[in-house]
């Protein structure tokens, strides 16, 4: 691996003479996106639908521009995602796919299908070896390891857990089964909330391994639990609950083992393109956009996933910080906006574990086109 990863950037800018889409088609092709992939190959676009009433989501009109270069190589590209671990509106594949629709990401637009790449319900997983500090082994959601090629289309963004919401984020939550998420933000099973449980017993008859009692209300046997999360995918009340208990450390590096799961067997198939547009202060998952903390900055692609969110990071930093937002602090140039946001985080911790891990490198050339 090169000491120095290339990341390639077009900024926000547009005029009558070229606007961002163009900009993005010399993006896309400077990082040899055309010529990745074989002919009949299939090719995960993995990206982040949006959660409905969230707009800050990566707009449809970009990423039909990606499948299309994608396509002139002859491969065939799929829109994915992974099912939610809480309840929303992408908990199943049903309504996963109506929120898509809804929020724009339809045929019509993209000409590129969607597939759910855990399953109708979270439960289509492989589990991939790792040798990792916390895992041995991983569950990524099957259609991301069954596919040829990976291209992740990434809005950069704040977060709440992470500090960052980049491309490692996108693929190690983001490919991640339900289970896995589970593992990453938990270190307990899932709580049934007594009140909205109407003793129905429907998760009584999903649990794999018979944890859960049912009496008036259903009981989950923390020792018996194995941290499927099935459970909460199938609870018709949405009353079977996860404790968000885990440590922002130990989440992000738990994430960068995902990652390296997720990547594996892929080398030479995968490309990374963050785009620093309406950088909001918490991510996509939720169900509206608050305003963005700092301008518009443009767009990244590179090979190196660690270089990229670097490099993001780096330039969202650069920025002058907007008020009348989130941002607390951190409002001069050069200050860091993330820290401006969640103070409480370190978001360097998830670039140094995966650099250590082999995933990528901090250190980047930033070629302006």
């Known amino acids: 691996?090169?000491?120095?990863?290339?990341?390639?950037?077009?900024?926000?800018?547009?005029?009558?003479?070229?606007?961002?889409?163009?900009?993005?088609?010399?993006?896309?092709?400077e990082v040899g996106m055309p010529s990745m992939f074989k002919r009949r190959e299939l090719v995960a676009v993995?990206?982040?639908?949006?959660?409905?009433g969230n707009t800050s989501y990566i707009n449809p009109v970009f990423v039909e521009r990606v499948c299309h270069y994608i396509k002139e190589s002859g491969a065939l590209p799929f829109l994915t995602d992974t099912n939610t671990l809480y309840v929303g509106t992408r908990t199943n594949s049903v309504s996963h796919l109506e929120t898509a629709i809804k929020n724009g990401f339809s045929y019509a637009t993209t000409?590129?299908?969607?597939?759910?790449?855990?399953?109708?319900?979270?439960?289509?997983?492989?589990?991939?070896?790792?040798?990792?500090?916390?895992?041995?082994?991983?569950?990524?959601?099957?259609?991301?390891?069954?596919?040829?090629?990976?291209?992740?289309?990434?809005?950069?963004?704040?977060?709440?857990?992470?500090?960052?919401?980049?491309a490692l984020?996108?693929?190690?939550?983001?490919?991640?089964?339900?289970?896995?998420?589970?593992?990453?933000?938990?270190?307990?099973?899932?709580?049934v909330?007594?009140?909205?449980?109407?003793?129905?017993?429907?998760?009584?008859?999903?649990?794999?391994v018979d944890a859960i009692d049912l009496g008036e209300k259903a009981f989950i046997r923390e020792k018996d639990c194995i941290g499927c999360a099935h459970c909460v995918a199938v609870c018709p009340e949405g009353t079977i609950k996860i404790e968000w208990n885990e440590r922002a450390e130990d989440v992000q590096k738990k994430m960068v083992e995902?990652?390296?799961?997720?990547?594996?067997?892929?080398?030479?198939?995968?490309?990374?393109?963050?785009?620093?547009?309406?950088?909001?202060?918490?991510?996509?998952?939720?169900?509206?956009?608050?305003?963005?903390?700092?301008?518009?900055?443009?767009?990244?692609?590179?090979?190196?996933?660690?270089?990229?969110?670097?490099?993001?990071?780096?330039?969202?930093?650069a920025e002058q910080g907007l008020t009348g937002t989130a941002l607390k602090e951190g409002f001069h140039k050069g200050e860091d906006k993330f820290?401006?946001?969640?103070?409480?985080?370190?978001?360097?911790?998830?670039?140094?574990?995966a650099e250590k891990m082999g995933l990528g490198k901090r250190t980047y050339e930033l070629i302006k086109l």
């Not at 993995?46 to 409905?52: D, M, T, V």
């Not at 997720?262 to 509206?288: Q, R, T, W």
């Open 1 to 29: 691996m090169m000491d120095t990863a290339r990341v390639y950037f077009v900024d926000a800018r547009a005029d009558a003479r070229e606007n961002l889409l163009d900009k993005l088609s010399r993006l896309v092709e």
């Open 46 to 52: 993995k990206l982040h639908f949006g959660e409905y």
């Open 111 to 166: 000409r590129t299908p969607i597939i759910i790449a855990d399953g109708l319900r979270g439960e289509s997983k492989e589990y991939i070896p790792v040798e990792g500090n916390y895992y041995d082994k991983v569950s990524i959601a099957r259609e991301i390891v069954s596919a040829d090629g990976l291209v992740v289309l990434t809005h950069f963004k704040c977060h709440e857990l992470t500090g960052i919401g980049g």
């Open 169 to 191: 984020k996108n693929v190690g939550m983001g490919c991640a089964t339900r289970e896995g998420k589970l593992s990453q933000h938990s270190s307990s099973a899932p709580v």
């Open 193 to 208: 909330e007594p009140d909205g449980c109407t003793g129905c017993g429907v998760c009584v008859e999903a649990c794999p």
């Open 258 to 317: 995902h990652v390296m799961g997720a990547l594996k067997g892929k080398e030479g198939k995968v490309v990374f393109v963050n785009f620093l547009l309406h950088i909001s202060p918490v991510c996509d998952c939720y169900g509206f956009t608050d305003k963005a903390i700092v301008p518009d900055v443009g767009i990244l692609a590179s090979h190196d996933p660690v270089a990229i969110d670097t490099a993001s990071a780096e330039l969202v930093c």
């Open 339 to 353: 820290r401006g946001v969640h103070p409480r985080i370190d978001w360097t911790v998830q670039l140094d574990y």
